[in-house]
Antibody, heavy 124, light 113 residues
Framework: QVQLQESGPGLVKPSQTLSLTCTVS??????????WSWIRQSAGKGLEWIGR???????NYNPSLKSRITMSVEMSNGHISLKLSSVTATDTAVYYC????????????????WGQGALVTVSS | DTVLTQSPDSLTVSLGERATINCKSS????????????LAWYQQKPGQPPKLLIY???TRESGVPDRFSGSGSGTDFTLTISSLQAEDVAVYYC?????????FGQGTKVEIK
């Protein structure tokens, strides 16, 4: 059974870079046709999509965060990473990674698999 | 960005009764080329990540009980729980995947009366 697990520092200082890794485990399939998204959830802003990266490396970022985001993927070890620079207190949230599968019609169809989430607090 | 507005914000329903949640999009999320509405519904219980219930507005994800159904097209969508069970207490979100950035509704909290 495929699982996603987010990991990284739980506390980041203002102006520094938040770095998280999503580890994919239990995937014995040969398919590489997924997008992997980062989504965050805070009390103030609900669920916010940060961006996504395809297994083959193409990306889409939320314009509201685009200047601060870097995503990368290394499926050989099942790792998807997120870097968010110049963080402030408003970046405090639970960060999730989630998978977007492609259906038989060739379209990506929402998030079918989520990690448990990683709480990141931005504070000095 | 495409804004999704859910109503109501919270809902209290008796066990076995119907629960209905609405989601209105600020622009159409129907794609004529494949005749699909790019909308999903999720259930989130406390301390857990969201769980996919419905995609393409009306297709149930594998393993989701058939008391959950989705309907609607264009800009107006509905999630219906036909007979509310105790385990359905959660917050429900709609999400559009028609135009990036993907966006979510603000959530509807469902409780037992």
């Amino acid at each position: 059974q495929v699982q996603l697990q987010e990991s990284g520092p739980g506390l980041v200082k203002p102006s520094q870079t938040l770095s998280l890794t999503c580890t994919v485990s239990g995937d014995s399939s040969t398919s590489d046709d997924y997008y992997w998204s980062w989504i965050r959830q805070s009390a103030g802003k609900g669920l916010e999509w940060i961006g996504r990266i395809h297994t083959r490396g193409s990306t889409n970022y939320n314009p509201s965060l685009k200047s601060r985001i870097t995503m990368s993927v290394e499926m050989s070890n099942g790792h998807i990473s997120l870097k968010l620079s110049s963080v402030t207190a408003t970046d405090t949230a639970v960060y999730y990674c989630a998978r977007e599968p492609r259906d038989t019609g060739g379209w990506y169809r929402g998030f079918d698999l989520w990690g448990q989430g990683a709480l990141v607090t931005v504070s000095s | 960005d495409t804004v999704l507005t859910q109503s109501p914000d919270s809902l209290t329903v008796s066990l076995g009764e119907r629960a209905t949640i609405n989601c209105k999009s600020s622009q159409t999320i129907f794609y004529s080329s494949n005749s699909k509405n790019f909308l999903a519904w999720y259930q989130q219980k406390p301390g857990q990540p969201p769980k996919l219930l419905i995609y393409w507005a009306s297709t149930r994800e594998s393993g989701v009980p058939d008391r959950f159904s989705g309907s609607g097209s264009g800009t107006d969508f509905t999630l219906t729980i036909s007979s509310l069970q105790a385990e359905d207490v959660a917050v429900y979100y709609c999400q559009q995947y028609f135009t990036t950035p993907w966006t979510f509704g603000q959530g509807t909290k469902v409780e037992i009366k």
